[in-house]
């Protein structure tokens, strides 16, 4: 397993989370969602958090606090946060349930990664990932967090500082760039030097685009969102 590290997070669990689209709906409110699709490649699955109806994941999609994406043995997705701040993308054979929340002027960005593989980029402001061992906040950086079929969490820095604490025994340390942590059974954190070659491959999604989003804030007023992100 492997990840790249730098970033400034708190990891207990493991946690990590993309904004608005105009694509399939779930239904909710539209002006209450917190990340938008930018890219998908089959298949991949959305789960609604309010009715929990199943249906195929499509771009410009608005996903809601509650949704959960399912990534095939090929499927991969981009998705970036209301607030333009965080993009993650999907690898395949991985699973995230949206938590976070929007309010009036941000948005909180938190994500549970069941297994699987992420890959964050914080442009600016908080994100947390949440697993089943540890969570990870930061700020201003750059990482990858896994998940494999044990629950055990790896989260490799590229950019920045991640804070990554083990959720069983509250044990916490900062992982800079350059280091891959894993949680242990024992409760602890384990800290090395990231090789190569475990750090995972993202050409797959190199392009770059830009979306715009219409929507009613609460006023009443119609607002147009404009979000550049790679995809």
């Known amino acids: 397993m492997k990840i790249k590290p730098n970033l400034s997070c708190l990891l207990a669990g493991a946690l990590l989370v993309w904004l608005p689209g105009a694509g399939a709906q779930t239904p909710q409110a539209a002006d209450n969602f917190v ?6 490649v089959p298949s991949v699955q959305l789960i ?3 009715d929990q109806k199943s249906v195929p994941l499509q771009k410009d999609t608005r996903l809601y606090p509650g949704d959960q994406i399912i990534c095939g043995d090929k499927g991969y997705v981009s998705l970036i946060f209301a607030d333009n701040a965080v993009e993650q993308k999907l690898y395949p054979n991985t699973t995230i349930t949206l938590q976070g929340q929007r309010g009036k002027t941000d948005v909180t960005k938190r994500i549970f990664l069941s297994i699987g593989r992420v890959l964050t980029r914080v442009l600016h402001g908080d994100m947390e990932i949440i697993t089943p061992t540890s969570v990870a906040s930061v700020k201003g950086t750059k990482w990858w967090t896994q998940v494999d ?5 790896q989260i490799i820095v590229l950019e920045g500082n991640v804070k990554m604490q083990n959720r069983a025994t509250g044990v916490e340390k900062i992982i800079s760039a350059g280091n891959t942590a894993i949680t242990t059974q024992a409760g602890g954190i384990q800290v090395t030097p990231s090789l190569d070659d475990e750090i995972p491959d993202e050409s797959q999604s190199q392009d770059q ?3 715009e989003i219409e929507f009613q804030d609460d006023s009443g007023s119609t607002r147009m969102l404009h979000i550049d992100f790679d995809r």
């Open 35 to 40: 990340a938008v699709v930018v890219k998908v």
């Open 48 to 50: 609604h958090g309010v």
């Open 209 to 211: 685009g830009s979306l």
């Open 149 to 153: 079929t044990s629950n055990q969490t």
